[in-house]
């Protein structure tokens, strides 16, 4: 009788964009931060305490979102996790958090340039 080949159980290989502890805490530390740059932003420039809660929470749930959908490796966004590494995933989190600043920013010069206007217009 002739043996049978064995098939070779080949070990699953390591996946480059597993996400560990030390890129969870930069994430999650990234999106504090910006938030609380956020809400003193907002309170420099006289706005009320809600109003900068408000701003704050937006930001850490950008923040998380981004990071989120960027541990959830989806498709095309694996090359990402293997260039960067750790740094990656802090930028993923930072672009979330600062992107209610930017259209929150854009809303306060919208109305700061109409109530100009419309005091020149009349």
């Known amino acids: 009788p002739t ?3 064995q098939k070779e159980e080949k070990a699953p290989p390591a996946d480059a964009g597993d996400i560990g502890g030390a ?7 990234i999106a504090a931060l910006i938030s609380g740059i956020g809400y ?3 309170r420099l420039n006289n706005q009320s305490v809600s109003k900068g809660l408000r701003l ?3 930001c850490t749930i950008g923040g998380l979102a981004v990071y989120i959908v960027y541990v959830l490796e989806i498709p095309g966004i694996s090359w990402q996790q293997e260039r960067g590494g750790i740094w990656a995933t802090g930028l993923a989190a930072f672009i979330g958090s600062i ?3 930017l259209v929150m920013g854009i809303a306060e010069l919208r109305q700061w340039i109409t109530s100009k ?3 020149y217009w009349g």
Do not use: K, Q, Y
């Open 3 to 5: 043996p049978t080949p």
């Open 40 to 42: 003193a932003m907002m």
């Open 99 to 101: 992107i209610p600043i």
């Open 23 to 29: 890129e969870f805490v930069l994430g999650v530390t």
């Open 117 to 119: 206007s419309e005091r």
């Open 56 to 58: 704050a929470l937006w």
